[in-house]
C-alpha cells in the first residue's frame, strides 16, 4: 500500500458527516454516537486522505448482522482485525484507493474514550499537532510503500501523546 500524506483538506468533515448519516442508517437503533476520529478530524495536520469513523454502540454483536448493509455501502467487513471487541470497515473507492475506516466499539468503554481524548487533546494542543504533521511526512518519505513501516514508525509518538490525552482529559473534568 503506498503511504501517502497530504495537507489538510476542509472537505474532510463533510465527508464524514456524508458517510456517517449512510452508517448510522445500516447499523440502525443500536448506534449510540458516531464520531470523526484519526488525523482527517485534526485541523492544520498532514494525514492519509481516509475518514475514520468512530461508532458507539450499545451491542458489539449485533454489529454483525449488519455485515451484509455494510458491504452495499461498499465497505469490506475485516471482523475484530486485531482488536478485541472491535469491528472493524474498510472501504475503498472505484480505483482502489482506500477512503473510509470504521471503528465500532461498545458505548462508552475505554477504547471510545481513548480514540476521543486523543483527537481532543490533539486538537487543543497544535505544538503536538505540529510534531506529529512532521514526523508523518518524514516516515511517508521514509516508507513510501511500506504502510507497516510508517505505522510502526508512529506507533511510539501515538501510545505518549495517548498518555498525555488521557491524563489531560481527566485533568479537564475536575476543573
Known sequence: MKVEVVPHDSTWRGKFEDESKYVALTLGENVVAIH???????PHIYAKPIIDLLVEVENIAKVD??????????YEVMGE????????????????????????????TSSVKRHLAFR???????????KYSELKRQLAKQYPNDIIGYMDGKD????EMQRKALVWCTLDKFE
Do not use: W
Open 36 to 42: 470523526h476520529i484519526g488525523s482527517t478530524s485534526i
Open 65 to 74: 448482522d449488519c455485515s451484509l448493509g455494510m458491504e452495499a455501502l461498499g
Open 81 to 108: 482485525f486485531g482488536i478485541p471487541n472491535r469491528r472493524f470497515f474498510r472501504k475503498d473507492n472505484k480505483t482502489g484507493i482506500r477512503t473510509h475506516h470504521i471503528h465500532i466499539f461498545t458505548a462508552r
Open 120 to 130: 481532543d487533546y490533539m486538537i487543543a494542543h497544535p505544538k503536538d499537532v505540529q
Open 156 to 159: 511510539g509518538f501515538i501510545k
